[in-house]
């Protein structure tokens, strides 16, 4: 039975008008159902970027280290030294993770782990960069939030630790613009030789194409086009386009695949990600500058009377599109058996430059590879300026009470400790993580490199929804800060966009105004962006998300001496504040949470007094003249403080006098201006720090010193006192409290 395509048919594919005349003249005729499929998946936004290229193209994509570029391949590769480079890339879940939390985490995993080793990389970390609605109270809506922040989670924890690959990071936002609508972006890097880089392109001209993995079925069924649409509650009824994964099949997909690019006998390979089968024909076909054709009967099926419309666009799990060379196919066959994992050959590279798919034999689809993968219209939406944020004004806040004020921000969910979150998480897989979920970022240890590495996610959605391009560049600066704490020098970007419906123009302009913020700042600290993803039309009812042009970074530390953890270790430390006391209060924590207002512009950024902070500090750490380093952030100076006492191995106090400083104390505490750092040293230690600060400039000052069983903060208005175990109890317990009383 022919279906007749018709205007309703292809609107419901959310195709255009126009893209469908586009369609027809690549064809130059009527596409039939199946291939109004493929198009319609590969030209969708998840795919093709057809609202996003032209933004993409002002991020800085070279450098020196970067081997592989944003876009070329499945992740950017940088080299790290001694002939080792790191593959890492960051993409998004978020739709499959509102309809099924669970499984649209747990594939989300599954699919960025894809991802590296298809680059012939061994996946070694995981990081993932989280957003709910407020999870407090006991309404419906808070009770479904803690559903999702729960099972999305579980569906993390039980995929990385199945695989067994740690995850050593992260961040957990809450906020109102994420209800129903959650964010789930998951980072992965692993480590390879320059010489093991492997392509996703069919090369070689009647090289046998080879189909691995997990049998096709029905799930995940054009998953990328309903990740292209507004997540309404008739598309939470599409319940068959969110994928299941199996990690343990996942697990053995890892190792036949290394194996079998280990072996040299793979011409191009391919992960069936988004937009399944149809994915990784036309994408590799277009790489190589080729044609793929391949056979529908062939291809392993789970269930029985599938249509070739259904296996092209089955987002099924675990699988990869493998080009062998000709004559190797024994190998190949001979590593799958080994590892139990089904196989088969399923066509051919050709010459003709043609995706070409047959059942039994019978042309299905016929579609020139290179206009199907990047012939996508491109647009430039309508971009509408949002009315900026008022300044800040301390006269227009009511003083509060900051004993209470302290408590409160510390077991805000937002800000509190994450250990309910990465103690479901096995971070000792491999044996290589050396400093855990927790501190500013996650230090690895990569045996077979040498290699101490770093990493770190950031974003602060409220910023960018007050200044998407101050909050952008603070994203970066943040990040590269981060990694500085931790001893490391930040050397690349990866990026995951998540903003509302392109088709807004508020929401367009967000996201222009958050990626030249982004292209900015990068140039600035030196990180090149090499791989990244764009995740649009994330709404609720009430609107768009917060936009969170969510920022992961990667660095190196040259030695281990180097490594710095955030918290306090001795009696008798002192403290220094490097970088300005601050004033900066919109934006910040302490409005939002204490006072209910989420307005006024956000912190400014300084590029040179940021570069200064992060030079400085790095120069600090690396003559060991450094026992700890935290930056300030959600919270201010006063919740970084509070960290440094209780989040360690041990607790420990502090007193902390700002002297005669005039401003009030809650604008001195709980600011969150840019580009400071709290760290501790030695006392015979201050003469040589004060010197490389004074030689470079960069505000330094002696604030305090550690010791006791309290936190004491003094100005020359009022004294403030904190028992050190009450503030750990608020700080600690906050989200097992939460989540303990659903």
């Not at 029905?218 to 598309?235: C, P």
């Not at 001893?487 to 967000?510: I, K, M, S």
């Not at 604030?703 to 009450?726: C, F, N, P, Y």
């Amino acid at each position: 039975m022919v279906t007749e395509i018709t205007q309703k048919l292809v609107h419901s594919h959310g195709l255009t008008d126009q893209e469908y005349e586009r369609i027809k003249a690549i064809l130059g005729r009527q596409p039939n159902f199946t291939e109004l499929g493929v198009f319609s998946v590969m030209w969708s936004e998840h795919c093709s970027y057809k609202n996003t290229r032209l933004e993409l193209k002002k991020l800085p994509t070279t450098g020196p280290r970067v081997l592989v570029k944003a876009g070329e391949e499945n992740a950017g590769v940088i080299d790290i030294g001694d002939g080792w480079a790191a593959a890492f890339k960051m993409e998004s879940h978020n739709h499959p993770s509102a309809i099924e939390p669970f499984q649209g985490a747990a594939t989300g995993v599954g699919g960025i782990i894809r991802d590296i080793f298809t680059m012939g990389a061994r996946p070694v970390f995981l990081l993932d960069s989280l957003r709910f609605g407020p999870i407090e109270g006991a309404t419906s809506t808070a009770k479904n939030n803690r559903r999702l922040f729960s099972e999305v989670v579980a569906g993390i924890s039980h995929y990385g630790n199945c695989i067994g690959i740690p995850t050593i990071g992260g961040e957990v936002y809450f906020d109102e613009s994420f209800e129903g609508n959650p964010l789930v972006n998951v980072f992965c890097l692993g480590i390879l030789r320059h010489e093991q880089i492997t392509r996703g392109a069919a090369k070689g001209i009647g090289n046998p194409v080879f189909y691995v993995g997990s049998e096709t079925g029905r799930d995940g069924l054009a998953g990328a086009a309903f990740a292209s649409r507004d997540l309404t509650e008739e598309l939470r009824q599409d319940r068959p386009a969110v994928q299941v994964g199996d990690p343990f099949k996942g697990k053995l997909l890892l190792e036949a695949c290394l194996e079998v690019l280990a072996s040299g006998c793979v011409a191009g390979i391919q992960d069936m990600g988004a937009a399944g089968l149809t994915c990784s024909i036309c994408e590799t076909a277009s790489r190589g500058g080729t044609g793929v054709e391949i056979d529908l009967a062939l291809v392993p099926q789970r269930e029985s009377g599938m249509t070739p419309y259904e296996i092209l666009l089955s987002e099924s799990q675990e699988r990869m599109l493998i080009i062998v060379e000709r004559g190797r196919e024994a190998t190949l066959k001979e590593i799958f058996d080994k590892w139990d994992l089904p196989y088969a050959c399923v066509g051919e590279v050709t010459e003709d430059g043609m995706m070409r798919v047959l059942s039994h034999g019978c042309v299905e689809v016929e579609i020139p590879a290179y206009k199907l993968s990047n012939d996508a219209p491109i647009y430039e939406r309508e971009a509408v300026a949002e009315s900026p944020a008022p300044e800040f004004r301390i006269e227009d806040i009511p003083s509060a009470d900051l004993h209470e004020s302290l408590i409160r921000l510390l077991g805000c969910p937002t800000i509190a400790s994450k250990n309910w979150v990465y103690r479901q998480y096995d971070h000792t897989v491999r044996a290589g993580t050396v400093v855990p979920p927790g501190s500013d970022a996650g230090v690895f240890y990569v045996r077979e490199a040498d290699k101490y590495l770093a990493a770190t996610t950031d974003c602060n959605g409220l910023y960018c929804k007050l200044n998407p391009r101050e909050g952008a560049r603070v994203a970066v600066a943040e990040a590269a800060r981060n990694l500085v704490c931790s001893g490391a020098e930040p050397l690349a970007v990866t990026d995951n966009l998540n903003f509302g419906n392109p088709y807004h123009p508020n929401n367009f302009w967000q996201l222009r105004e958050s990626v030249e913020g982004l292209a900015e700042a990068c140039l600035r600290f030196g990180v090149p962006v090499v791989s990244g993803n764009v995740s649009l039309y994330n709404q609720n009812p009430n609107g768009a998300i917060d936009p969170t042009p969510t920022v992961g970074m990667v660095g190196i530390i040259g030695q281990e001496r180097w490594i710095t953890r955030q918290s306090f270790r001795d009696v008798s430390d002192v403290i220094y504040l490097i970088g300005p006391v601050g004033h900066e209060l919109g934006g910040s924590q302490y409005l939002k949470i204490i006072h209910g207002r989420k307005e006024f512009l956000p912190p400014q950024l300084s590029y040179e007094l940021e570069l200064g902070v992060q030079a400085v500090l790095l120069a600090l750490i690396r003559q060991g003249l450094v026992k700890s380093a935290h930056d300030c952030s959600e919270g201010g100076f006063g919740v970084a403080l509070a960290e440094c006492c209780i989040s360690g191995a041990r607790t420990i106090g502090a007193c902390v006098d700002f002297g005669n400083w005039s401003d009030r104390l809650d604008q001195i505490l709980f600011n969150e201006s840019q580009s400071r750092v709290i760290i501790s040293a030695l006392p015979e230690d201050t003469t040589a720090i004060e010197a490389m600060c004074a030689a470079t400039e960069i505000q330094c000052g002696r604030v305090g010193e550690v010791g006791g069983s309290d936190l004491i903060i003094s100005s020359k208005r009022e004294t403030l006192r904190w028992d050190v175990a009450e503030l750990y109890q608020a700080w600690y317990a906050a989200i097992e409290r939460v989540m303990s009383s659903q």
